[in-house]
Nanobody
C-alpha cells in the first residue's frame, strides 16, 4: 500500500490549494481515507475523511465550510480542496487509508488508520 500526497505549497491568507492523495497497492473499492495535519509543537488534527461509498464524509470543526474532500475512484485519488486558507492552517498534511470501509462513522477520529503517506507541507502567510 502506498499513499503519495502532493499539492502543498506556500500561499497567502484567503487563497486556495488542492491536495491530492494518490493511492496504490489496494483495490480502492472499499476503503476509508482521511486527511490529517500536524503543525510544529501541536498534536495531529483530523481534517476530513471519506468512505468509498462517499456516503461517509466528515470534517474537523476547524475546517468545516472551508475544506472539501472528494474522491476519484477511477484515478485512485482523494482530493482535499482547501479554500479560504488561514495562517492557522499551516501544517504538514497527511493522508491515511484503512480498508474495508467502516460503518457508522460519525467523526474524523472514528477510523483507526494503518497506512499513512509521507505528508505535504502547507504554509499560509498572513
Amino acid at each position: 500500500v502506498q499513499l503519495v500526497e502532493s499539492g502543498g505549497g506556500l500561499v497567502q491568507a484567503g487563497e486556495s490549494l488542492r491536495l491530492s492523495c494518490a493511492a496504490s497497492g489496494f483495490s480502492f473499492d472499499d476503503y476509508m481515507i482521511g486527511w490529517f495535519r500536524q503543525a510544529p509543537g501541536k498534536e495531529r488534527e483530523g481534517v476530513a475523511c471519506i468512505g468509498s461509498s462517499e456516503s461517509s464524509i466528515h470534517y474537523g470543526d476547524s475546517v468545516k465550510g472551508r475544506f472539501t474532500i472528494s474522491a476519484d475512484n477511477a484515478k485512485k485519488t482523494v482530493y482535499l480542496q482547501m479554500d479560504g486558507l488561514e495562517p492557522e492552517d499551516t501544517a504538514v498534511y497527511y493522508c491515511a487509508a484503512e480498508f474495508p470501509a467502516y460503518s457508522n462513522v460519525t467523526s474524523v477520529y472514528d477510523v483507526q488508520y494503518v497506512h499513512w503517506g509521507q505528508g505535504t507541507q502547507v504554509t499560509v502567510s498572513s
